[in-house]
Nanobody, 115 residues
C-alpha cells in the first residue's frame, strides 16, 4: 500500500510563494507518474503538475511559468514550488501517485491566497 504524506501549504498573500512537499512510502521511480492535483470549493479536482518516471512533466496551463515540480529520488519526495500565487490558486492540494493501474492520494493540504 502506497502512503503519501504532504507538507507545506498555508496562507499567503497574492504574489507570494509557497512550497509543497510529498513524501512517498516507497521508491517514487516505481510510480508511472507522481504529482499534484487541487480542488477548490464547488469545483472538480484538477491536475496541477505531474512528473513521469521518464522525468517528462505536464503542467496545467493555469500554472505554467509560475509553478515548478521537482523530485528527489534519494528521499522519495516530490516538491511543488509555487510562485506568483493568485487568489484563484486557493484550493486543497493533493499529492497523487499512479502505480499498478491505481491512483493513490495524500490527505490534502490547504493553500489559501489572500488578495
Amino acid at each position: 500500500q502506497v502512503q503519501l504524506v504532504e507538507s507545506g501549504g498555508g496562507l499567503v498573500q497574492a504574489g507570494g510563494s509557497l512550497r509543497l512537499s510529498c513524501a512517498a512510502s516507497g521508491s517514487i521511480l516505481s510510480f508511472a507518474h507522481m504529482g499534484w492535483y487541487r480542488q477548490a470549493p464547488g469545483k472538480q479536482r484538477e491536475l496541477v503538475a505531474r512528473m513521469f518516471r521518464s522525468a517528462n512533466i505536464n503542467y496545467s496551463d493555469s500554472v505554467k511559468g509560475r509553478f515548478t515540480i521537482s523530485r528527489d529520488t534519494a528521499k522519495n519526495t516530490v516538491t511543488l514550488q509555487m510562485n506568483s500565487l493568485k487568489v484563484e490558486d486557493t484550493a486543497v492540494y493533493y499529492c497523487n501517485a499512479y502505480a499498478g493501474a491505481r491512483d493513490f492520494w495524500g490527505q490534502g493540504t490547504q493553500v489559501t491566497v489572500s488578495s
